[in-house]
Structures are given as C-alpha cells and as structure tokens.
C-alpha cells in the first residue's frame, strides 16, 4: 500500500472504529447464506415453457411441408415401378408380350360380339379370363421388384398365350354352339 493511505488509516482509526454495523446485520447474513444454501440443495423446478402461436405455427406448417415432400417422394417411386420397359429386360420378350396382348384385346371383342344371344355363357367364359387376368396383373405388379425380371417378362407371356388359347376354345365352344341352334331350328321348321 502507499504510505500516504497507511498514515490516513492510522490517523483516522477511532473515527473507522465509531461506526459499527447493527447488531441484528450480521443475523441477516446469516440468513441469507441459509437461503443460498437451501436453494442450492433443492433441485430446481424448471419454469412451464410457453410458445407463442407464430412459433407453433411456424412448427405445425414445417412439418406439413416434410411430410408433403415426403409423400410425393413416395408417389413418384411408386409411379416409376409401374411402368418397367420391357425392352430393357429383353426385346424380343417385349414384342411377343405386345403381340399376344393385342391378341387377347381382339379376341375378347370377339367373344362380347359372338356371345350377345347367351349372355349366360359370355358370364361364364369372362369370369374364367378375368382368373386368368388377374394373376398377369400380379406377375406385371411383380415385375418392377423381381431379382429375374426376365422370367417373370416369360410367365407374363406364358399367361398371355394361355389367355389366347382359351379365347379361342370359347369362341369356337360359341361358333358349335350358334350352329347347333341354327341346325335345330331348321330342323324344326323341316317338320
């Protein structure tokens, strides 16, 4: 310390000593350490966050916007699996799978038209193609997640040809059918 503050302290000692803080001062620091102490033994309640509507809303449309791209993510693939180019698997395949499909398309026309006079039997034959249509849109679903898309492009056109096969078999258990009347009806005219 400088000498000039020691030679004051020393000179004006009594008067430092005149003053005395209160008696009851000290008791309340003493209270207050109790209370620091006591506030720091107890755990803290954490104070009820609130939010205010703008931070909420700003929140809610956030996610609504990550689901949406979500959700549209999710379409776009599963648009993409639908349509597989059967060229890319096997050309060939391909256009045998075209052909017999156009194939099925006009002999099913054909047996709409032939059967208008038995609607009964038309029922019975389009119940046995649609079995059989059914299982080609399964194996077409099947085709954009199969580890062998060749030989499900193979069974694809295996239904198809099997689908033009029992077209033709109706169409002609039709044609034997209309002729029988035809006959029967001559017949009974003949007598």
């Given at each position: 310390?400088?000498?000039?503050?020691?030679?004051?302290?020393?000179?004006?000692?009594?008067?430092?000593?005149e003053i005395e803080?209160?008696?009851?001062?000290?008791?309340?620091?003493?209270?207050?350490?109790?209370?620091?102490?006591?506030?720091?033994?107890?755990?803290?309640?954490?104070?009820?966050?609130?939010?205010?509507?703008?931070?909420?809303?700003?929140?809610?449309?956030?996610?609504?916007?990550?689901?949406?791209?979500?959700?549209?993510?999710?379409?776009?693939?599963?648009?993409?699996?639908?349509?597989?180019?059967?060229?890319?698997?096997?050309?060939?395949?391909?256009?045998?799978?075209?052909?017999?499909?156009?194939?099925?398309?006009?002999?099913?026309?054909?047996?709409?038209?032939?059967?208008?006079n038995d609607p009964?039997?038309?029922?019975?034959?389009?119940?046995?193609?649609?079995?059989?249509?059914?299982?080609?849109?399964?194996?077409?679903?099947?085709?954009?997640?199969?580890?062998?898309?060749?030989?499900?492009?193979?069974?694809?056109?295996?239904?198809?040809?099997?689908?033009?096969?029992?077209?033709?078999?109706?169409?002609?258990?039709?044609?034997?059918?209309?002729?029988?009347?035809?006959?029967?009806?001559?017949?009974?005219?003949?007598?």
């Open positions: 310390m400088s000498k000039r503050f020691e030679d004051f302290m020393h000179d004006n000692n009594e008067e430092f000593n803080p209160s008696a009851d001062l000290w008791g309340k620091i003493e209270a207050q350490l109790n209370f620091l102490d006591q506030e720091q033994e107890q755990p803290k309640k954490r104070e009820a966050k609130t939010f205010s509507l703008g931070f909420v809303l700003k929140v809610a449309a956030s996610v609504i916007i990550i689901m949406g791209i979500g959700f549209g993510i999710y379409i776009q693939t599963q648009k993409g699996t639908k349509g597989v180019d059967l060229a890319a698997i096997n050309p060939e395949y391909a256009q045998q799978q075209v052909r017999y499909a156009s194939l099925v398309e006009t002999k099913l026309t054909e047996l709409k038209s032939a059967s208008k009964q039997l038309y029922k019975e034959f389009s119940a046995e193609i649609a079995k059989m249509d059914s299982t080609y849109k399964k194996l077409n679903s099947d085709l954009a997640t199969s580890p062998n898309q060749e030989r499900v492009l193979r069974a694809m056109i295996r239904n198809l040809q099997i689908q033009t096969e029992v077209l033709t078999q109706q169409l002609n258990v039709i044609e034997q059918f209309n002729q029988m009347k035809k006959e029967q009806n001559n017949e009974t005219k003949n007598i």
